[in-house]
């Protein structure tokens, strides 16, 4: 998982309305981590710290001189680097005040940039394309230097990689509208130039990076694209006048809502996290100023901030911080980025739960131009790409069938999906599905009449859709209580957030429960529930006045004790079993039961879970827990007889569980007299559990013993054995 | 019992194939518990008393290799050893004080002390006289004579027995451990000069003595004491008084030994540990020195009852048996053999001799032989497989011996119908009948005069010829017929090198006879013409296994260093493959095992493999496979068991090493199977009882039993 944490601000810029420049030119890290050389578009130099966010020194230069490239700090010799008006350098320290009585040279060409690395020389390179380290150009200033490229050929953006003790200068050049990347590296001073593939559209930004043997390129496109290319680091001897072609592979497609990107930035964290600025949030509306890091290898986006105001489209990432210029001020965002693991990359999608009802995530332009470089589509992978060709073979396009799904009735529309769920290839499918179900989903809250219950679980037994693709599903289910769609998707989501599974515990939980049992649920599931409860009366609740039982419970027994309790609603009258009642029935109805079990299945994580499970109300809780206590007297008992099932709860899930509820409402179920049985009952049977597991655990060690003691006996007085040698 | 070649259909013979393996573990061997260690520092040989009374000679330079072992008796209770230059003396309980002739592996010469039992014996640092600490609270002093010692005189008599002596290095005056004093003498007047006092165990009752139980007495007139209440005292010997007390277990220090140059000091406890003590100066930098307690070693499960120190190494031995040698780290600046903590066990030599054509093995125990059929299996089975067991081994015979003595060495003949066995008085041969199912022996009376005594014994191939090894290298031969049996000749090295031999060996065609002995000379006589025939050049480490091999006569050696070689008989010099492994060099995993191979047999149905075993594998060297290349794997079995077929062929090499079967006694083979034997050590006994009333039975009650292995068609 990656993180944002909360930012502050370094300092504020001095922009002019509707200006498109930030005014900064560059931000270099200073001696350390802490500290920044910001340098602004005109003439000044600013020592920040950043854990202050504080100012330490500022250096300006006189009227008339300009700095044509942002200062660098060379850490060898603890002085600043700052090249004004193009050819001269000027190096000076940090006690020194008046910079124009610093140290200056000037030198026979334009200087482009000054790259630094700590503990490294820092190195100038020029506009044509040659490059020097400080300490060589300075011993000789007036020195000649070299065209590495070509007249009309103008330098973009430039960047030095370290990697162990080599040095590379890549920069990226144009040249009437192609882009060249060239790497210089600076060990053994060898040289490549390369052709970047081009779509037509200039790259907005570059970032470089290197890892595992190779140099990585990334860059972003305005239509939300970003590629990345790798270079090997041994570059190819000799020199060569013909620029390689450089192949890219497309690792994120951005989603863009509409418009191209116009000032947006990408910077690789790591090799799977990319940090985007300028684009907007998937489920936040069409504003472009958004800062996210993205998953690339999950597609996902980890997390989100936006920014107020406009976005500049430059930022920077040194040690674990991104700079930021937006708006009137500059940034600092320390972030996190730890190894992901698929299943916490998924449903991560949209963290921010009290969202506003978002717009389905728009796929305009699908279809048609597949075979084409389409223009953004929800998530697309690299996979896509292989997967195209066979997805354009099915008889209806996804677009067509979106707009069936806008217009056409509901009959119509569950044909037409079924025909194309039934005509597509599963990674075909898996592409459509998402925006098939967020049409779907889009035109029911459109139109409160319209519900189309058989396509959407139709959609969901497709086993390829998942919250994160349409986030509004569950929770349009849950409105129209289509408690069926429910089971469903909470069997078929692996990325439901903890918030809504709460939403569904509580609907579960408050539902009376005549409205439930009409319900159609999975037949598995209520077979399983059905199959536990056989040992004992299957019981409703309603029923309970019928004073029908076998299994030597009274019914006015049992009425006494629900009727000493506060009832919290007239539908539900949770009974307290008397402590360890073995033969418990349960305490809830058929289906409220198998709705439960799906929930206790949901994969959650603890912390996240636990503040919206504060949420329920006492009466709820205890039934629930009630619920929970059967069950696990119920497992406790039939343990070797569990009644089959595709899926059931285990025994680990019903624990965590009743921990989890009893972590929530501590206090409120310590204060409720209704809760004191339930948990003292609860008590004495997770007491009697541990002494027999402790005893268990003594008969586990004997036997553990008797084995080792068989083993040895194996080796009798005499035996006659093979072997084989080879 | 023997390796079977069930190589499988089609394939090359180059892959090794099944063996069918007797495991034998009814050998119920036990070593006796360590008594007394004298480590002398000239010749770096060790000799380590057993509570049987046996003496067993290690030579520290060669790779802890066992050379000699002087054979127990009953009633011998060995209580000290002592060096006196190359000579060796015991003294014990039986009163009496011995010189062992090393050359003989026997007493030389026995002389009553008659001040009752000995419990010590120590020599003066300059060799002259030797001091023994007696029952009867005397100390006497003998002088050491060329040909004996000669009682000189007593030192003055003290109440209680004298535990413990310990000369001091200007040979003047002497410390004599008590029971609860140790007492001074001088030597000039025999006076006690100075009595200091040992206090009780705190809480032990008035009535329960401190037994000093060991003294040392250094230079600089400091006494150090170990004593029954688990103390190590540091006393100053001018003024009497205690310096330092260290407390060091609950139950006993049994043992001291300082090292030469009296700055480190180890002693053995109760607790089976081993505690080391160092002349340290407390500060930095300062002159001031004491004894300060450093480090403590575990490798013992018993009583530690022996303790010295050889230069780079503490050696200690005890009850459980087993003599361990531990490095001091810090006198080693390589990662080397010599750095490796070391385990003596088992001895180096062989106690079971199997009868290869009738399936029989003799176990030799220190006062009884027993003779052993093995079982029988019609079954094949896959590797990995225990096949049915259709007749279950039996015992035949259990041969107890006349007299005290104990057997120091036996043989069956190839036949099964000869068995003989020797102590350091007799020699005894028998006729084994095997009738039906019965047995029955007939000792042969009349033997010739020479075969007085043995040290090695061994029959020929067709069983009709006896070789003992006797005196001066010597060997006799006798013929054996239904009802008697002759001295034919006796060879006679031409070295003239008095050492015993200890190894003996017969090629199959009965024409070669090899012969090993302890100044490692290997001379190998013609049985054709009853001469010398060559002798192989001197290598200079001991021979831990020698054989003939049956169809190329080529003679194959296994030394204390681990180098094998292989000799031609028949044209004097060693062989191409032996050349080859010289100039190749054997792999370094191979030479870092740290016991000797202890004997060498050969697959009857393929000539070029040649079993040798240690006591952690057995190892068959195909001499048609490629040497093991350098940074190559050697125990490769596991990697070639999981590799297909086809690239095996390029990863096989001679070495193919199988450590199934621990510990090892004994690899042999017959018409078809190839026989071993292991045992296990006592189980781990807590010290809770102090360790003078901790006996070998209770030691040989905890243990298990032994076993033997054995690999057949």
């Known amino acids: 998982m990656a993180a944002l944490f909360e930012g502050a601000t370094l300092c504020a810029l001095s922009v002019e309305q509707n ?16 500290h920044v050389v910001v340098t602004d578009s005109k003439r000044s130099v600013t020592l920040y710290k950043v854990s202050d966010q504080k100012p330490l020194g500022s250096w300006t230069m006189k009227q008339g001189q300009r700095i044509t490239c942002p200062a660098v700090y060379n850490s060898k010799t603890g002085e600043y680097v700052v090249v004004t008006d193009d050819t001269v350098i000027r190096v000076w320290k940090d006690d020194d005040i008046n910079i124009d009585k610093a140290f200056k040279a000037t030198v026979s060409a334009d200087v482009w940039r000054i790259h630094s690395a700590p503990g490294q020389e820092p190195v100038i390179l020029f506009h044509r394309g040659a490059t020097r380290f400080l300490d060589v150009l300075l011993a000789e200033p007036q020195q000649d230097m070299e065209n590495v490229i070509s007249d009309d050929e103008v330098i973009r953006w430039s960047n030095l990689i370290t990697s162990g003790k080599q040095q590379w200068v890549l920069f990226i050049t144009e040249q009437k509208g192609e882009h060249f990347l060239h790497v210089q590296s600076l060990g053994d001073m060898t040289r490549a130039a390369y052709r970047l593939e081009s779509t037509g559209s200039a790259p907005l930004s570059f970032s470089a990076s290197a890892r595992s043997g190779n140099l990585h390129i990334l860059s972003l496109y305005p239509d939300g694209c970003v590629y990345e290319s790798a270079v090997p680091m041994r570059l190819p001897g000799g020199v060569r006048a013909e620029a390689l072609p450089l192949p890219r592979t497309l690792l994120l497609r951005l989603p863009l809502g509409g418009g191209a990107l116009a000032s947006a930035s990408a910077v690789s964290l790591d090799a799977a996290h990319v940090a985007v600025v300028g684009v907007p949030h998937p489920s936040a509306g069409a504003g472009k100023d958004y800062l996210c890091i993205w998953n690339t290898n999950f597609q996902t986006l980890q997390a989100g901030k936006e920014m107020a105001g406009r976005i500049y489209g430059q930022f920077w990432c040194y040690h674990r911080k991104l700079y930021v210029p937006h708006g009137k001020a500059l940034s600092v965002i320390p972030f996190e980025c730890q190894k992901s693991s698929l299943a916490s990359a998924l449903g991560k999608l949209k963290q921010s739960g009290g969202c506003e009802m978002a717009p389905p995530v728009p796929l305009p332009s699908w279809g048609a131009e597949t075979h084409e470089d389409a223009s953004a589509a929800g998530m697309e992978t690299r996979r896509n790409k292989l997967t195209r060709k066979s997805h354009g073979a099915s008889n209806v396009s996804v677009d067509q069938l979106i707009d069936q799904i806008k217009t056409g009735s509901e009959e119509d529309v569950q044909k037409a999906v079924a025909s194309f769920i ?71 989501f692996p990325d439901i957030p903890e918030a809504l599974t709460c939403a569904c515990l509580n609907v579960f939980l408050s539902t009376p429960n005549s409205e439930l049992e009409t319900v159609a649920l999975e037949t598995d599931s209520v077979a399983f529930m059905e199959g536990l409860s056989a040992a004992t009366a299957p019981e409703d609740e309603e029923d309970e006045g019928k004073g029908t039982r076998q299994n030597g419970f009274s019914t006015t027994a049992s009425q006494e004790e629900s009727s000493c309790e506060a009832q919290p609603t007239p539908h539900q009258k949770p009974k307290l ?64 007889t569990q009644v089959p099932a595709l899926r059931s709860p285990t025994m680990t899930q019903i624990i965590d569980w009743v921990c989890l509820l009893v972590d929530a409402h501590f206090t409120v179920l310590v204060m409720a007299p209704e809760a004191k049985e339930l948990l003292s009952g609860l008590h004495g049977f997770v007491k009697a559990q541990m002494k027999l597991f402790t005893d268990l655990g003594k008969i586990e060690g004997s036997l553990h013993a008797l084995k080792k003691v068989k083993k040895s006996k194996n080796n009798g007085q005499y035996s006659i054995e093979v072997i084989e040698l080879f | ?50 509570l049987d009374g046996s003496v067993e000679i290690f030579n520290f330079s060669d790779h802890l290799f066992q050379e000699k072992v002087i054979p127990g008796k009953e009633q011998r209770s060995i209580e000290a050893l002592c060096w006196v230059g190359e000579r060796l003396f015991s003294a014990g309980l039986s009163g009496e004080i011995i010189e062992f002739d090393l050359h003989n592996l026997r007493p030389k010469l026995t002389i009553d002390a008659y001040g009752g039992p000995i419990w010590t014996i120590t020599v003066n640092p300059q060799g002259t006289h030797l001091a023994v600490g007696c029952e009867d609270g005397t100390v006497k002093l003998f002088e050491v004579l060329e040909d004996g010692i000669q009682f000189e005189r007593n030192l003055d008599r003290k109440k209680g027995r004298i535990l413990s002596l310990c000369w001091h290095p200007s040979g003047t005056k002497i410390a004599a451990g008590m029971m609860d004093m140790i007492c001074m003498f001088d030597i000039k007047t025999g006076h006690a000069i100075h009595r200091l006092l040992v206090d009780k165990a705190r809480g032990a009752p008035k009535n329960q003595e401190c037994v000093v139980w060991s003294v040392v007495y250094l230079a600089d007139d400091t006494v150090i004491s170990g004593d029954s209440a688990g103390r190590v005292k540091v006393w100053d010997a001018h003024t009497g008084t205690l310096i330092k007390n260290h407390d060091v277990t609950k139950w006993d220090v049994l043992t001291l030994s300082l090292s030469q140059d009296e700055t480190s000091l180890v ?15 407390t500060a930095l930098g300062q002159e001031d020195k004491e004894w300060v307690r450093t480090r403590t070693f575990k490798n013992h499960t018993h009583d530690v009852r022996a303790v010295a120190e050889a230069g780079s190494a503490i050696i200690s031995g005890g009850m459980d048996t087993q003599l361990v040698v531990r490095p001091l780290l810090e006198k080693h600046d ?49 590797p990995g497989d225990k096949l049915p067991v259709q007749r279950n081994p039996e015992k035949l015979l259990q041969l107890k011996t006349k007299g005290e003595e104990h057997i120091c060495c036996s043989a069956v003949s190839p036949c099964g119908g000869w068995l003989a066995y020797s102590t350091t008085s007799s020699l005894r041969l028998y006729k084994v009948q ?51 049996c002759k001295h034919k000749h006796t060879f006679k090295p031409k070295t003239g090198s008095t050492q015993p031999i200890h190894l003996l060996s017969v090629s199959a065609d009965g024409q070669w006879l090899a012969t090993a002995n302890s100044d490692c000379e290997i001379h190998i006589y013609s049985l054709t013409t009853l001469k010398s025939h060559c002798k192989v050049p001197v290598y ?6 020698m054989a003939i091999h049956p169809t190329t006569n080529n003679l194959f050696m296994a030394h204390a260093d681990q180098q094998v070689f292989e000799f031609s008989i028949e044209q004097k010099q060693y062989t191409d493959w032996s050349r080859q492994v010289q100039r190749v060099g054997l792999h370094f995993k191979w030479l870092e095992r740290d016991t000797p191979v202890t004997s060498v047999t050969f697959n009857p149905r393929n000539p070029a493999h040649i079993i040798l075993h240690d006591m952690y594998m057995f190892c068959v060297i195909d001499q048609s496979l490629p040497l093991p290349q350098k940074y190559s794997q050697l125990y490769n079995q596991l990697t070639l068991k999981s590799m297909p077929e086809q690239e095996r062929q390029e990863h096989c090499h001679a070495f193919k090493v199988c450590k199934l079967f621990q510990p090892l006694m004994c690899v042999g083979h017959d018409g078809g199977s190839l026989p071993g034997g292991g045992r296990a050590l006592p189980a781990g006994h807590h010290g809770e009882t102090p360790g003078a009333s901790q006996t070998e039975e209770e030691v040989l009650r905890r243990s298990e039993k032994c076993h033997m292995v054995l690999i057949s068609c």
């Not at chain 2, 199912?437 to 090695?456: D, R």
């Not at chain 2, 014994?457 to 070789?467: N, T, V």
Request: proline share 5%; glycine share 4%; hydrophobic share 40%.
């Open chain 2, 540 to 545: 200079r480490s001991g021979v831990s296994a």
């Open chain 2, 434 to 484: 095997h009738e039906n199912n019965n047995i029955s022996i007939t000792k042969m009376s009349k033997l010739p005069k020479v075969l007085h005594w043995a040290h090695q014994l061994c029959f020929s191939a067709d069983s009709s010829q006896l070789f003992a090894a006797s005196a001066n290298s010597s060997v006799h031969v006798v013929s054996l017929s239904a009802n008697s």
């Open chain 2, 1 to 50: 019992m023997i390796f079977t070649d069930k190589t499988k259909k089609g394939t090359e013979t180059r892959i090794m194939g099944e063996f069918k393996v007797h495991r034998v573990r009814f050998f119920d061997y036990m070593p006796s518990g360590i008594r007394a260690i004298a480590f002398n520092q000239q010749t770096e040989i060790m000799a380590v008393a057993r």
């Open chain 1, 422 to 492: 039934s005509k597509s290839d599963l990674p075909a499918l898996q592409l459509a599905v998402g925006s098939l179900a967020s049409a779907l989903v889009a035109r029911s809250l459109a139109e409160p009449s319209y519900y189309p219950h058989k396509v959407l679980v139709q959609l969901v037994h497709t086993q390829c859709l998942s919250h994160s693709v349409c986030p509004d599903l569950l929770k349009l289910a849950l409105e129209k209580k289509d408690f069926a769609l429910c089971q469903f998707c909470l069997q078929a």
């Open chain 1, 577 to 640: 079993p008397i402590p360890m009642p073995l033969d418990m029935t349960r305490p809830i109805g058929l289906h409220r039961a198998v709705l439960l079990n799906e929930i206790l299945q949901t994969p959650y994580s603890e912390s996240f879970l636990l503040p919206h499970l504060k949420e329920l109300t006492t009466p709820h809780v205890i039934l629930y827990l009630q619920y929970l206590q059967f069950l696990y007297v119920k497992y406790y008992q039939d343990i070797n």
């Open chain 2, 267 to 281: 002693a053995g406890t109760s607790e089976g540990t081993v505690v080391q003590f160092q002349f340290l100066s």
């Open chain 1, 19 to 34: 200006n498109t420049e930030s005014g900064i030119q560059g931000i270099e890290l200073d001696r350390d981590d802490d």
């Open chain 2, 334 to 382: 390589v990662k080397s053999q010599a750095s490796a903590l070391r385990k003596v066990q088992f001895p180096h030599r062989r106690l079971v001799s199997c009868a290869k054509k009738a399936q029989l093995v003799l176990f030799q125990y220190p006062s009884h032989l027993e003779l052993w059929r093995l079982g029988e299996s019609e079954g094949h089975g896959t």
